[in-house]
């Protein structure tokens, strides 16, 4: 193998084994570890509640691939701090959300709770939450602020950490009209 095409291979390896360590471990292995994956009442008694559940574990599943794949692709590394990208991600999900892989890991864990009818996978979902805000504002933005300086200020100037944007955000397009002179 040369190294261009290590190069190539090597970001798609360390996502795939960094989607099961991480997200697969945390979004999957612990929920289904700690309840067995047992189907309870619906919470609130109202079965809705369960189609709720399925669509957040579709849209977490849908979001976290796409979001793994921009990153060994398009960025050139990982998730993983130990083997970081070589650009900002700012496609795809990026482009309304700055986190959604933590959001769409939330939303594993939530939607199973919903589905299955268990409150303390909705608890769990919460703390998770709260761990990942911490994180991201001690660890993951301070790196992104050094290691990308004026593009990730820009990039996080108009794209919000936790809730989407409505319309897409564009790398070096103004989302903000500009005032008339």
């Known amino acids: 193998m040369n190294q261009s095409s ?5 970001p798609v390896l360390g996502s795939i084994v960094f989607l099961f360590a ?7 292995f612990i929920p289904w570890y ?9 919470l609130l008694g109202f079965e809705p509640v369960r189609w709720l559940g399925g669509a957040l574990i579709l849209f977490g599943t849908t979001v976290l691939l ?24 700012v496609s795809g999900a990026y482009r309304y959300v700055r ?11 939530a939607g199973q709770g919903l589905l299955i009818g268990c ?21 993951e933005e301070p790196t992104l602020r050094r ?8 990039y996080a100037a108009e794209v919000r950490r936790w809730m989407p944007r409505l319309t897409p955000w564009y790398s070096g397009a103004p989302s903000r009209p500009t005032p008339p002179a």
């Open 6 to 10: 290590s190069r190539g291979i090597m």
């Open 22 to 28: 991480a997200p697969g471990l945390l979004g999957v």
């Open 34 to 42: 700690t309840t067995g994956w047992r189907m309870n009442a619906p």
């Open 66 to 89: 796409d979001s793994f794949a921009r990153f060994a692709w398009q960025g050139r590394g990982t998730p993983a701090p130990i083997y970081p990208t070589e650009t900002l991600v």
């Open 99 to 109: 986190n959604p892989m933590y959001l769409a890991v939330t939303a594993l864990i």
């Open 119 to 139: 409150l303390t996978l909705l608890i769990y979902a919460l703390a998770f939450g709260v761990v990942t805000h911490l994180f991201v504002l001690v660890y």
């Open 147 to 154: 290691t990308y300086g004026a593009q990730y200020e820009a």
